[in-house]
């Protein structure tokens, strides 16, 4: 059972696993402080139609929702099993390419590097051209833990991952260039003699201290600087890895949304263009300019899961989110009495690692994606957007959606 992480407030939803049939959302909940799992979470899973409710298993989840289709469970169980264990490689791959490997692997490895290289050593990685060093000052215990940056921002906590990840790239016929990185490094004596200066500026500052020797740059960071660092780099590892985005691919999410009638319902374009002038009517009333940019996504098909949360009329905000404009959906409540118009929680942004547009029902740099545009210039507004765009169902695999068309309101 995995730790409940600190600064989270449980139960919170979760999205299903790759492989899940569409319509659950999962429920993480953390055990009560007089359980014996204690500190631990699950997940319970709940379908979005509301007829099942705390289910235990993802099994129990296929069952049902085989039963209520007419299909064979059992089918589908073993291709959700068979998912899982190629997922269960793919993250062995991955830890094992970053020199995370165990028992007899690990001790293969390293001995095979050793007896070509020898042990490396702090000074010697300290000082690879290009790298990066980190000393860590851990008040807790009063140790100073060492981190090796590469060029290309991957990090190593211990030497001996460092020698499985060298002997790992060279077995798949990558390494070719870590003899050579090995011999500067040996070579530059005159930067060994700096590298126990590290551990005393961090101990001396009571936070994290770096320096890239070639560059000639140095900080120091607080404690607080260093737990933010951290937050950092654990959202850098979701971004690289592909096990972790094939996780976050996934969508939980009501496919519904609160029910939209009439001209707010969309359901022809003389919708969207009533709804043009009736959404700005309302935005002024509550303080917006006459000139606020709307916008409508529509035109996606009706086979889609995810049709009705993303067709709609999006304004945008007053501040940009990152390097363009950031959209929010909105929804119009007739019969609530002074609140006629309101928000959804779907957002269109820009997102500059894909260089292209995102719809998403979260404003984060690594989010779940519902749709995107095809990749474009930064200088392309929402409007401008190539196509054909992708459009997912839940389980984070896109297909291309010919009817989804952005259209402009009139100032």
């Known amino acids: 059972m995995p730790a409940a992480e600190q600064d989270v407030s449980y139960p919170r939803d979760v999205p299903v696993e790759p492989g899940m049939p569409a319509g659950w959302k999962g429920v ?36 049902l929702d085989c039963q209520s289709k007419g299909l064979d469970p059992d089918e589908h169980i073993r291709a959700f099993e068979d998912r899982r264990k190629q997922e269960a490689e793919m993250r062995k791959e991955e830890r094992e390419q970053m020199g995370k490997m ?11 590097f050793e007896a070509v290289f020898g042990k490396l050593t702090g000074p010697v990685v300290f000082s ?69 200066e590290g551990s005393r500026t961090a101990r001396e500052s009571g936070g994290v201290y770096e320096i890239t020797p070639d560059k000639g740059e140095s900080t120091v960071r607080s404690q607080e600087a260093r737990a933010q660092m951290a937050l950092e780099k654990m959202e850098q590892r979701k971004e690289k890895s592909p096990s972790m985005k094939r996780k976050l691919a996934c969508v939980c999410l009501d496919p519904e ?69 950031c959209y929010m959906k909105l929804l119009h409540f007739p019969r609530t009495s002074g609140q006629t118009v309101a928000c959804d929680g779907i957002y269109i942004t820009w997102s500059a690692l894909n260089s292209r547009w995102e719809i998403s029902n979260r404003l984060a740099e690594v989010r779940p994606v519902i749709a995107h545009s095809a990749p474009c210039s930064t200088a392309a507004a929402l409007s401008e957007a190539a196509g054909p765009w992708q459009v997912q169902d839940g389980q984070g695999d896109f297909t291309e959606s010919a009817g989804l068309a952005v259209l402009m309101a009139n100032a």
């Open 257 to 325: 949304g609160p029910k939209q009638t009439g001209w707010a319902a969309l359901e022809t374009q003389d919708d969207v263009q009533k709804a043009f002038p009736q959404f700005r009517g309302l935005l002024v009333e509550r303080g917006f300019k006459n000139d606020v940019e709307l916008l409508a996504i529509h035109g996606v098909e009706t086979a889609r899961h995810f049709r009705q949360r993303i067709c709609g009329i999006y304004y945008s905000l007053p501040e940009p989110y990152g390097e363009q404009r």
């Open 28 to 63: 993480e909940k953390q055990y009560g402080p007089t359980s014996k799992s204690a500190g631990t979470t699950y997940i319970r899973w709940y379908s979005l139609d509301g007829r099942h409710r705390h289910v235990c298993t993802v099994k129990e989840v296929i069952k």
């Open 128 to 196: 690879f051209p290009g790298w990066t060093t980190r000393w860590h000052y851990q008040p807790n215990c009063d140790q100073v833990m060492v981190e090796y940056i590469d060029t290309e921002g991957n990090s190593w906590k211990l030497l001996k991952d460092l020698e499985c990840y060298f002997q790992k790239q060279i077995d798949i016929g990558k390494g070719d260039h870590v003899a050579t990185l090995i011999e500067e490094g040996t070579a530059r004596g005159d930067l060994h003699e700096k590298f126990p």
């Open 102 to 112: 165990k028992g007899d692997v690990r001790e293969d490895a390293i001995n095979r």
